[in-house]
């Protein structure tokens, strides 16, 4: 099997900001697999929070032997594998990855739009301009955060509200603004506290449901989350990949979690195998496309109702 390793940058519309910083274009690395005629694309965001640079991954990657993908780890470099591998297998069957993996007939989800972390006016103004999408995704992380919720919920109303903030809460700081936040509408925080201080989640009320991002990568992880959180975020570069995600999914659909799937700042190429996991989530956030100014060939469709399934063309 023929592997090709390429790394490229797509610019985002304007600068993306979370509490660890600001970038101005998605750096991901694109995986081709060919054999027999045929080839298979996978995308990958090295993400230095978990320890990976663009350098790391590529050299996990060519070091691939062509063995199963379960004795790499979790993460950037066997997610693009393991998506490129099964779009090689939809191409040489000549079948859709969905129903190669027995899944229903996929389609389109409401995906969240996420605003980027400013003053309490850029958000507004954010916010204002995405008014019309049903559901936005609020970028927090600091003390000062009731007033950007605030300052959203002025711009878009109607809007349904959830939010990340990446870390950077206290468990003090969590009780004390979690009922505010619910009362202006706010359905749902990412990751309030450093992973390692979840414990504190379990000993206090949850009146705002807390999802576990940086806490969760791997199905294995569900059973320390037990009690700590009520929803789970499943992204294929936590995950090591679409196989991993389905049964992380599935997994944490038994023991009662809600399943949010979501997405690094990546292209239609990465969303596409994500599309399919999203299925029926109770949140999805795949809009890593709506925030480029430029995207791949053949990219996925976003409309009112939400991103639609790829076409064979870009992936699956």
Not at 6 to 11: I, K, S
Request: net charge negative; hydrophobic share 40%; aromatic share 6%.
């Amino acid at each position: 099997m023929e592997i090709d390793v390429r790394r490229e940058r797509f610019r985002l519309q304007r600068p993306f900001t979370i509490s660890r910083g600001t970038r101005t274009h998605a750096e991901v690395l694109t995986v081709t697999l060919r054999e027999g005629g045929h080839s298979g694309r996978g995308e990958c965001v090295p993400y230095a929070r978990y320890g990976e640079t663009p350098d790391s991954v590529d050299a996990q990657i060519r070091d691939w032997s062509g063995g199963p993908l379960e004795g790499m780890p979790a993460g950037a470099a066997r997610n693009a594998l393991d998506c490129a591998l099964w779009d090689l297998r939809a191409k040489r069957e000549g079948r859709p990855v969905w129903a190669l993996a027995g899944l229903p007939r996929p389609g389109p989800e409401v995906t969240a739009y996420t605003l980027s972390l400013g003053s309490p006016e850029e958000m507004r103004r954010q916010a204002s301009e995405n008014a019309w999408r049903p559901l936005l995704k609020v970028k927090l992380g600091t003390e000062d955060d009731v007033p950007r919720i605030e300052a959203v919920r002025a711009g878009a109303p109607d809007a349904r509200l959830v939010a990340d903030a990446n870390e950077g809460w206290t468990a003090d700081l969590y009780a004390e603004i979690a009922p505010v936040l619910v009362r202006l509408g706010l359905e749902m925080v990412e990751q309030p506290l450093p992973v390692g201080e979840d414990d504190a989640l379990g000993g206090m009320a949850r009146p705002l449901p807390v999802c576990a991002d940086e806490s969760c990568h791997v199905t294995a992880d569900l059973a320390r989350l037990a009690g700590l959180y009520d929803v789970v975020n499943v992204k294929l570069d936590k995950t090591g990949g679409f196989s991993e995600a389905l049964r992380l999914r599935e997994a944490a659909r038994a023991r009662g979690f809600e399943v949010m799937v979501g997405c690094m700042v990546g292209t239609s190429l990465a969303m596409a195998p994500a599309v399919l996991a999203a299925q029926g989530a109770a949140v999805t956030d795949l809009d890593g496309p709506l925030l480029l100014a430029e995207d791949r060939e053949t990219p996925l469709r976003f409309d009112r109702e939400g991103v639609h399934p790829p076409d064979p063309a870009l992936w699956g």
